[in-house]
């Protein structure tokens, strides 16, 4: 039997255990209560235990080689400034489509042709030889202010039968605006196009009156239920509102087709969590995919440094803006300038400066053998791709493929090209493969 010293000593040391599991990312789920501002600050963790591991592929500098805006250290190893890998993936670059205004998503139709949305609020069907089309008829009215706009589209797990597609967008409402996710049936019919059976399903709220952090992303999990992803509307009068569970700002949502919360959920049931939540404390997500297992990943705009890389799991608190590892754009602290607080989770990785991440995709393909299994994220500020070798779900290299546009979309083509949407009144879509050799 334990003496009393043993007992004592486990009572005093299990708080700051937890607290450390908490930080990390390992686990505290559901039952977390919402992060305190005045908890205790629980000290950093290193060691071997918590090292990334070492990527045969890995080089000896970082991808990042930029000041960072922050004296901010991370708490885990290869937490940000991943190296390089020793060797670069050569690629070729091409334009296949151009004359898009302001895309923003892409998704590819199961007979190759793309549909695009633009941010004014137009839906394009892109033919194989790269020709745009017509605008889609039957899109709603979107509030294309500032971020807003019509956002991401997904084509129904059984597309090829039930032609629904989702699409989320900025819904002008009432006093203001939010995210809302709408599907519609893609009737396709003499050479034009129109949505049939419009349907909201699900609205973001409340709403406020803003133009910036709408998110947002639509992702298919392998049970056919939906993810979506959505900012806490940046101003500072909102942000804290991705700690509240009565609050639809700052989440990432698991609904079924219809809009209902997914029954396993784990704020179902209770008195005033909002039972559509998956995951909260998010600044704005708007890259999202699953990965090789079918777990979603998910990449958010942090404000000046600080931004991330989560895989979100049901429950967990992600932070913001109780901790981060940026700044206000101003350069004062957010907050109490900390970078972890208790009850929170730490993101897989961060950039700082940071690159603006628009959108994720995950490569299972092998045209580029050496990014199988990897993740592809769309920078805006650092204007190209970014890829991430994962391993044990820790980033062990990251790679720049530069490409002079803000990117604000990437998909994994059917091919096995690697496909990004460049940002602006002119954009295209550029079509990457491996570089011939000589």
Not at 269 to 294: F, T
């Amino acid at each position: 039997m334990p003496d009393f010293k043993e007992l004592t000593d486990v009572k005093r040391t299990l708080p700051l255990l937890l607290a450390t599991v908490a930080a990390i990312g390992l686990g505290q789920q559901g039952a977390i209560a919402q992060g305190d501002d005045n908890a205790a600050r629980t000290p950093r963790v290193g060691g071997e235990s918590f090292q990334a591991p070492a990527a045969p592929s890995a080089g000896d500098t970082p991808a990042e080689t930029q000041a960072p805006n922050t004296d901010y250290k991370p708490l885990l190893p290869n937490q940000t400034r991943a190296p390089q890998p020793s060797q670069k993936t050569e690629v070729e670059v091409a334009s296949v489509a151009k004359g898009l205004a302001s895309p923003w998503a892409l998704e590819f139709l199961p007979d190759g042709r793309m549909i695009v949305t633009e941010k004014a609020g137009k839906i394009r069907i892109v033919a194989k030889d790269g020709k745009v089309g017509e605008p889609v008829a039957g899109v709603p009215k979107v509030d294309s202010r500032g971020q807003g706009g019509l956002l991401d589209i997904a084509l129904s797990p059984s597309f090829a039968a039930d032609r629904l597609v989702y699409i989320s967008y900025a819904e002008p409402r009432e006093k203001g605006n939010g995210t809302s996710v709408a599907k519609a049936k893609l009737i396709e019919s003499g050479g034009t196009a129109k949505l049939d059976e419009f349907k909201v399903i699900f609205r973001q709220t409340p709403t406020y009156d803003g133009d910036k952090h709408f998110g947002s992303r639509l992702v298919f999990a392998p049970d056919g239920k939906l993810f979506v992803t959505v900012g806490e509307r940046s101003d500072k009068a909102t942000r804290g509102q991705a700690q509240d569970l009565t609050s639809g700002l700052g989440k990432v949502f698991r609904i079924d087709t219809d809009g209902n919360a997914a029954k396993d959920n784990p704020f179902t049931g209770g008195e005033k969590a909002r039972p559509e939540i998956w995951s909260y404390g998010h600044r704005n997500v708007q890259g999202a995919a699953l990965d090789g297992q079918g777990r979603l990943w998910t990449v958010e705009h942090g404000p000046r440094g600080g931004d991330e890389l989560n895989r979100p799991r049901p429950g967990v608190n992600y932070g913001w803006p109780l901790a981060s590892y940026g700044l206000e754009y101003s350069g004062e602290k957010i907050g109490d300038g900390v970078t972890m607080a208790a009850g929170t989770s730490q993101p897989v990785y961060y950039w700082d400066p940071v690159i603006g991440p628009s959108a994720l995709a995950f490569y299972d393909k092998d045209v580029f053998p050496a990014w199988k299994g990897d993740f592809i994220v769309g920078g805006l500020v650092s204007t190209g791709l970014v890829i991430l070798k994962v391993d044990s779900d820790k980033v062990v290299t990251e790679e720049r493929v530069p490409l002079d546009h803000r990117i604000r979309d990437v998909k994994v083509g059917p091919d096995g090209a690697v496909y990004a949407v460049t940002e602006g009144e002119d954009g295209e879509i550029l079509k990457l493969t491996p570089k011939k050799s000589s």
